[in-house]
């Protein structure tokens, strides 16, 4: 986990063999997307089967249910553009958060990329183990006592500046009640949508980004950001994956999305990678 600037990002070691962005370091007080369509959203594109597909070593936190339930109460997740764009933003969000929580390996039954959605916090850190994700100097969200604020659920939320301004965005006590994030699978991926429904000053949302909502600027073209999922790379993790020769990780991230959009029956899209974009 590392870098979603803004309200993700920071540094951090990754609940997974991979390492990946998270929602570690910054701070922000941008709200999130709103409005939507008319559809069901996550549940007009992926069945609860096609799910099953996708995850077959999942944790049982990560339901479909809770995934359905989550997306419902951010309506334009999934629910905004053409069928396609619904299509390209399902199989982005899934395979970021893939990448979060995997336990694949290279030689994984099934093949690592069937591995997504495995771990449901940082490992190494159970059990009130990894307390320095605590920025003492918060005024607005300071720790509470005896929790801790490494990287759980989806999209592996830290740092207790994190925790509370998604609790609030959410209404939900989660500077108080981390563990939430690890005992309710809904309250998971709604942390997750949060954060890709939210943008973080000057970077846009994730959600805009694959929907077509977002309109580069001239700076951001100069700078090789373009839309696309690679895109969504360098607002989750870019200070660390992106601007430089394609890694591991990047690969990883291409490659369950990649495997979603194929599942889903859509075309990728442009601009997968980012090693030509600046990040922020």
Not at 70 to 91: I, L, S, V, W, Y
Request: glycine fraction near 18%; aromatic fraction near 10%; include cysteine.
């Amino acid at each position: 986990m590392g870098g979603a600037g803004g309200s993700a990002g920071g540094s951090s070691s990754s609940s997974s063999g991979n390492g990946g962005g998270g929602a570690g370091g910054g701070s922000s007080s941008s709200s999130s997307s709103s409005g939507g369509g008319a559809g069901n959203g996550f549940g007009d594109i992926v069945s609860g089967a096609l799910y099953e597909e996708m995850f077959p070593n999942r944790n049982a936190l990560y339901s479909y249910d809770a995934i359905v339930a989550a997306g419902n109460a951010t309506p334009a997740f999934c629910n905004e553009g053409t069928m396609d764009d619904r299509k390209r933003e399902a199989a982005a969000f899934l395979a970021n958060i893939s990448h979060e929580t995997t336990g694949g390996w290279p030689q994984a039954p099934g093949g690592p990329e069937s591995w997504g959605l495995y771990f449901i916090q940082e490992v190494g850190c159970e059990n009130g183990a990894c307390t320095w994700y605590c920025d003492a100097g918060n005024v607005t969200y300071p720790c509470a006592p005896g929790k801790t604020y490494h990287g759980r659920g989806p999209i592996q939320l830290s740092w207790n500046y994190n925790y509370g301004f998604a609790g609030d965005a959410l209404g939900l006590p989660l500077l108080t009640n981390p563990d939430l994030v690890t005992s309710d699978g809904t309250v998971a991926f709604k942390t997750g949508v949060w954060f890709w429904s939210t943008p973080q000053a000057p970077k846009p949302s994730c959600h805009d980004v694959m929907t077509g909502k977002w309109t580069p600027s001239g700076a951001d073209v100069a700078a090789g950001r373009l839309p696309g999922f690679g895109m969504t790379i360098n607002i989750i993790n870019g200070g660390l994956e992106c601007s430089i020769p394609t890694n591991a990780k990047v690969e990883d991230r291409v490659k369950f999305y990649m495997r979603y959009t194929q599942l889903l029956g859509v075309d990728p899209g442009p601009n997968l990678y980012c090693d030509t974009m600046a990040h922020y």
